[in-house]
């Protein structure tokens, strides 16, 4: 089973990731992990790519390309694969075809986590972060019982920098962009199944498992 997942900022999709590699015993593709690792074990493609990190430039898609070939050629890659974060624009999601096809395989089934913006913007914007003990509240969804303080500690919350409206937006937009063709592309193939990711994790999980499970 070769999957992929698509999901905007706040939809789920790290926590959905993570209870489908769990359940399913499946390869994680992730190309920003595998950036990382091949830049630490200074890999040929890995000494490529830190040069465009050290200029602080995007990782070009031929580099990217180089490090998916190498992935996908071990021999693990067998059991079945979850790519997260990747293809983000219709160029490679072609290329990654291109990959497959040369390797004998395809993917199966894109994972879409469906969500309203204005849902991700009350999650994103809502959040509240306890910085002693860690606990997450949401002004909109889980508030605390005393504004602005941690039900758990007593420590006054604070909001993440990256979790203001503008920044959320540019992202959003951005997502919508690049994605829109992503999921069109493989709708054509007629591999693309739509979750409701605006339900609680198990819910989303359970959609999710239905999918995968028509699958097998
Ligand atoms: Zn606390």
Do not use: W
Not at 119 to 129: H, Q, S
Not at 161 to 181: C, F, G, I, M, P
């Amino acid at each position: 089973m070769n999957l992929l997942i698509i999901g905007a900022p706040g939809a789920g999709k790290g926590t959905m990731s993570e209870l489908i590699l769990n359940n399913y015993h499946l390869v994680h593709v992730s190309t920003g992990d595998m950036l990382r690792a091949a830049v630490k074990a200074g890999t040929p493609v890995g000494l490529k790519a830190q040069e465009y990190m050290n200029k602080g430039a995007l990782v070009p898609d031929e580099v990217i390309h180089d490090i998916i070939v190498e992935r996908l050629s071990q021999d693990d890659i067998e059991a079945g694969f979850l790519f997260d974060g990747y293809p983000r624009t219709k160029a490679q999601a072609e290329d990654l075809d291109l990959i497959l096809k040369e390797l004998n395989k395809k993917i199966d089934c894109v994972i879409n986590m469906n969500i309203d913006d204005e849902v991700l913007i009350k999650r994103i914007t809502g959040r509240r972060l306890c910085p002693v003990c860690g606990e997450i509240f949401n002004i909109y969804f889980k508030a605390p019982e005393k504004e602005g303080i941690c039900d758990k500690c007593g420590a006054e919350l604070i909001q993440r920098k990256d979790d203001n409206l503008d920044s959320l937006k540019v992202r959003l937009e951005e997502y919508h962009k690049n994605t829109q063709a992503v999921i069109e592309y493989y709708e054509k193939a007629g591999i693309v199944k739509d979750v409701n990711a605006d339900q609680s994790r198990e819910e989303v999980f359970n959609e999710i498992k239905a999918v995968l499970e028509g699958l097998c």
